[in-house]
Nanobody, 121 residues
Framework: QVQLVESGGGLVQTGGSLRLSCAAS????????MGWYRQAPGKQRELVAT???????NYADSVKGRFTISRDNAKNTVYLQMNSLKSEDTAVYYC???????????????WGQGTQVTVSS
């Protein structure tokens, strides 16, 4: 069974930085796209950034120039470096990944359990 485990969330002041990590564990064959999403209280989950297996990235307009997504394919891990944090970045951050566990199964989207990021002014 594949699991995605996030780490790195916490409390930071406005203008500060945090780095989130998300590692996939378990028996898997291949990981395709990976990404970060967030959900603030009372709001819908929204895309933050995605990265393909080849390293192409995509960002929400609200985080462009401040956040950087990267991945280490050897470690099955995706990162989110968050700089110049604002109060509106406060949310639970979730990672996801499209994973194939064997040649005979289809691609499945897996989600982590979420990690809280709180930005205080």
């Amino acid at each position: 069974q594949v699991q995605l485990v996030e780490s790195g969330g916490g409390l930071v002041q406005t203008g500060g930085s945090l780095r989130l990590s998300c590692a996939a564990s378990g028996s898997l064959l291949r990981i395709n796209d990976m990404g970060w999403y967030r959900q603030a209280p009372g709001k819908q989950r929204e895309l933050v950034a995605t990265i393909t297996s080849g390293g192409s990235t995509n960002y929400a307009d609200s985080v462009k120039g401040r956040f950087t997504i990267s991945r280490d394919n050897a470690k099955n891990t995706v990162y989110l470096q968050m700089n110049s944090l604002k109060s509106e970045d406060t949310a639970v951050y979730y990672c996801n990944a499209d994973i194939k566990v064997s040649p005979w199964t289809s691609w499945e989207t897996n989600w982590g359990q979420g990690t809280q990021v709180t930005v205080s002014s």
